[in-house]
């Protein structure tokens, strides 16, 4: 029985070395397209690619870092800081095609209203704050299902082979925290609680579509703003750099969640 069994371990070791080899073969194999926002663009890592322009494409973002460890067989990196679903539609779908295998995208925030709610609650009242993150909030179970809709459906016509992932937002704020950077427990609660609407939204809508949906809140807690080890950039100089993923946030928070579902 010795040699049956030997012969045996060799076939199942064999078979464990092949399948081992399939996630990296088929990562190199890919034809990936980086969509989205400033989330997806790295803004907030500090630096960028020269051509990139305003659209704060970086080295350090996520799909930049995902492309640089696989080696995929072509890579167009099309995300861009301050995109809204409808930029997406009109500068950034015509990057698919039949050949796309793998395709990621973040988008949404800008929609209901990011950046306005950040100004808001860093400069208003708490009761202003509030007040505006609950008509964003409006906004993202209202109107922005529909929006997420018409961006998927074009991204899967356009690319119906490709494997799609939706990334969304973390949460912003250590809550309660001590350290000081002008926001109240009350301000920063309300701005979490949006990014929550959000992945409540986002989440629905790819999984409707039937695209794989990584919730970011999780992968982040414990290294929002003022948390002990910080993943994202409070008020920051240049000012759009402010509120986004630092290098940490990029390369600890979201890399691994695109990772997790492509090997």
Not at 47 to 63: E, H, I, L, N, V
Not at 100 to 105: E, G, H, K, Q, W
Request: hydrophobic letters at 40%.
């Amino acid at each position: 029985m010795r040699p049956v069994r030997m012969v045996v371990v060799a076939v199942l070791t064999a078979a464990s070395a092949l399948l081992a080899t399939v996630p990296a073969q088929a990562a190199a194999a890919a034809n990936y397209v980086a969509l989205g926002d400033s989330y997806s663009s790295g803004t907030g890592t500090g630096s960028y690619y020269g051509d990139s322009g305003s659209c704060k494409r970086s080295q350090y973002s996520y799909p930049a870092l995902w492309a640089a460890a696989h080696g995929p067989a072509s890579f167009k990196f099309v995300a861009c800081s301050g995109a809204k679903t409808g930029d997406v539609l009109a500068n950034q779908v015509g990057a698919l095609s039949a050949a796309t295998t793998l395709a990621t995208i973040s988008v949404g925030g800008n929609d209901a209203g990011f950046t306005d709610v950040i100004t808001t609650c860093t400069l208003g009242t708490d009761s202003a704050c509030t007040s505006r993150v609950d008509q964003a909030k409006a906004y993202a179970t209202g109107t922005l299902p529909g929006l997420l809709d018409n961006v998927y459906a074009q991204i899967r016509g356009r690319a119906p082979s490709a494997q799609v992932v939706v990334l969304g937002y973390p949460r912003l704020y250590k809550v309660p925290g001590s350290c000081s950077v002008g926001l109240s427990d009350t301000k920063r609660a309300a701005i979490n609680s949006a990014s929550d609407t959000l992945h409540s939204v986002i989440s629905g809508r790819a999984s409707a579509r039937g695209f794989a949906y990584r919730d970011l809140r999780g992968a982040f807690a414990g290294h929002e703003i003022c948390s002990s080890a910080w993943w994202l950039n409070s008020l920051s100089w240049p000012v759009e750099e402010s509120y986004h993923p630092n290098r940490d946030g990029q390369r600890l928070g979201y890399l691994p969640q695109l990772t997790a579902v492509t090997g």
